[in-house]
């Protein structure tokens, strides 16, 4: 992706004289040696770690009094809590100096204090979250255990900015590896970080994702170093503690464990490098892929929680076509319904209309069911219906009352036994439609056809459950959830809602845009923002450097570069687009019950390595040699206004 520079001395020499004498650092008869500029900028981050270590209030950080709680728990009790412990008397004292310091203005005012009969509730908290970054915080706290909150509050902070000094070192020592002759990357990817504003205030906040992006970064060195040296013990010993540490830290770099058994395959590919090689691997992908993800899943359909048979089957004599879906009903999980959404331009037509609902339901033995329900639509008739072993056809009117309209399928029942209920041929038809007699389809998919004499055409997608798509299969979503039980992220339902695109499609450009500006500069809890233009600004940068980035991997497929460097970069690309694919899809599935919520930027930071070598070598990437120099000038010169601007917005602010 990136080609190398030309080979040069050891470290102790000096860094390549255009390029110093391009970005103003060019001494009279001599260069300034290399080590003296990274020392600059550790020098610098320390100086920007520390501004915002104290210039941000307390507690005006992502979470940070759920997540000081936990630190603070392991320090006094020498253990770590179990989830949803607490002490009344600690959360007293900090929500005491969260009134101190104005935290509860303009947000309702604070819980009251002085009762002992009701549990006080702090932001937000997060004792069933894995432990290794708040075990590191407790050393620092254990010593000061007997001193105010928010001394220790601090002293947690630096804890924080040392592990994000750490990061930067990590940075300069991947790209090293990566890129043992070019200088330059190293100290640009390394300084850059260190001047990033958003990722700065992160860094020095006490929040798990701190630990997340070191642990993480740790982890991509040792997979870079195991593609660029091939199999050992050391690097053996250094990559599998390291993805063990992910698993210890937070849920969202569990993403280490899928990407252990990716380096390890590629590392394997690489030292044996042949066509029983390609073929061995073509084929353990394609048996992967097939034992994860199943073809046969119920487009426009979510079901939650999962179950362990497939939503959609096939029968010969559904009553529409041969696909139906199957709810399953079980003591554990009696509540389980399965969704479908109506399109938000279909709801506008039928405000305050009238709608007759119908659908072939049955069982795998006798039961008695919650019929079909329209939320957001005022119910004509309904209660619990009675249904067989064989199909039969019910039918039910409803006025459309809610912008926001969907067909809720949960069949519960008070009987504790195991019962799958099955439905066909669903159909939302306008108007009023007889009730005692089944629609005639036009064709299998159950599309259009006659009702009550009268042509309609079908309001729910995908209605006879004829067209199928990719979905995980049960036993891999029941591991994932029973193994990442608090991730945003549930592949079986974030998968049926990208399908969705005509339901969903809105939500990327908005993501996307929330995304870039937070990655620059956003800070407190997302709230404290530094103007647009800024961030137009940003956008544009960061526009520059993806397509900067694609040009430097097309020029790099006509340069010679070494294999184990383009395996590496295969790799740290790969990481690099799933975690940030992985966060785009956080608001998924925009369930209507749940508030959307729009990621930030923290929960990409930890392959913020990579994202930075790619913008970097993107904004590097101009064919002309004085284009390339002023670019690099021009983004530092960026980075410093952009810090002057954060700094005086924070100040302002609070």
Request: proline share 7%.
């Amino acid at each position: 992706m990136i080609p190398s520079t030309p080979s040069v001395p050891s470290m102790k020499t000096t860094v390549n004289s255009k390029l110093l004498n391009a970005l103003g650092l060019q001494l009279p008869h001599r260069t300034i040696p290399h080590q003296f500029l990274f020392t600059t900028i550790v020098l610098i981050a320390v100086v920007h770690g520390l501004l915002h270590v104290f210039l941000i209030p307390p507690w005006q950080h992502y979470d940070e009094p759920g997540h000081f709680e936990y630190a603070w728990l392991i320090a006094q009790r020498w253990q770590i809590p179990d989830p949803g412990d607490f002490e009344q008397h600690m959360r007293r004292e900090v929500i005491s100096t969260m009134v101190a310091h104005n935290f509860y203005e303009n947000i309702g005012g604070p819980p009251n204090m002085l009762t002992d009969d009701e549990v006080l509730w702090l932001p937000f908290p997060q004792t069933d979250d894995p432990p290794l970054y708040y075990l590191l915080v407790a050393i620092a706290l254990i010593p000061l255990r007997h001193t105010d909150i928010i001394t220790q509050l601090y002293a947690a902070r630096l804890v924080s900015c040392f592990l994000y000094l750490i990061s930067i070192l990590l940075a300069y020592g991947l790209v090293s590896d990566l890129l043992p002759r070019n200088r330059f990357l190293r100290l640009t990817v390394a300084g850059f970080m260190a001047l990033l504003p958003a990722y700065t205030d992160l860094m020095t906040s006490v929040n798990n994702d701190v630990g997340a992006v070191v642990v993480f970064s740790f982890f991509l060195w040792g997979c870079t170093r195991l593609l660029m040296q091939g199999l050992s013990i050391v690097n053996a010993i250094w990559v599998v503690p390291a993805a063990g540490l992910c698993l210890w830290t937070k849920n969202t770099v569990f993403v280490a464990l899928p990407l252990l058994a990716l380096v390890t395959l590629m590392t394997l590919l690489r030292q044996w490098w042949n066509r029983n090689v390609l073929f061995i691997f073509v084929g353990t992908c394609a048996v992967a892929l097939l034992t994860i993800f199943d073809l046969g899943e119920a487009r426009y359909w979510y079901c939650y929680p999962y179950q362990l048979i497939p939503l959609r089957q096939q029968m010969l004599d559904a009553p529409v076509g041969k696909g139906v879906l199957a709810v399953e009903i079980d003591p554990e999980n009696a509540r389980r319904a399965a969704f479908h959404f109506l399109l938000h331009e279909t709801v506008k037509h039928l405000q305050g209309k009238e709608v007759t609902l119908g659908v072939w339901m049955w069982a795998s033995k006798p039961t008695t069911i919650r019929p079909p329900i329209l939320s957001g639509a005022i119910s004509k008739e309904g209660t619990n219906t009675d249904i067989g072993i064989e199909p039969s056809f019910h039918a039910f009117r409803f006025q459309i009352a809610s912008d926001q309209v969907f067909l809720f399928l949960e069949p519960y029942t008070d009987q504790q036994e195991r019962v799958i209920v099955f439905y066909d041929g669903l159909v939302l038809a306008e108007g009023k439609r007889p009730l005692d007699s089944p629609p005639q389809f036009d064709n299998p998919n159950g599309t259009t056809g006659t009702w009550g004499e009268r042509q309609f055409v079908n309001l729910v997608r995908n209605p006879s459950f004829e067209e199928s798509s990719p979905g995980i299969r049960q036993w891999v979503a029941q591991l994932l959830y029973r193994l990442v039980s608090r991730v945003t992220f549930r592949p079986e339902e974030n998968i049926a809602a990208v399908l969705d695109w005509e339901r969903t499609s809105y939500i990327y450009p908005i993501t996307i845009r929330v995304l870039v500006t937070s990655f620059w500069a956003v800070f407190g809890w997302g709230h404290v923002l530094i103007g647009g233009l800024w961030y137009e600004i940003s956008i544009w940068l960061t526009v520059i450097g993806v397509i900067g980035a694609i040009a430097q991997i097309i020029r790099s497929m006509s340069k010679t570069l070494s294999p184990p460097t383009c395996w590496a970069m295969l790799f740290l690309g790969i990481a690099m687009v799933v975690v940030w694919v992985v966060t785009l899809l956080r608001p998924l599935p925009l369930y209507p019950w749940d508030r959307t919520f729009i990621p930030v930027a923290r929960y990409a930071y930890p392959v913020i390595i990579p994202t930075s070598l790619a913008l970097v070598a993107g904004w590097t990437a101009w064919p002309w040699q004085n284009m390339k120099r002023w670019s690099t000038v021009t983004l530092f010169i960026w980075l410093f206004i952009l810090n002057g601007v954060s700094l005086w917005r924070i100040v302002s602010f609070w």
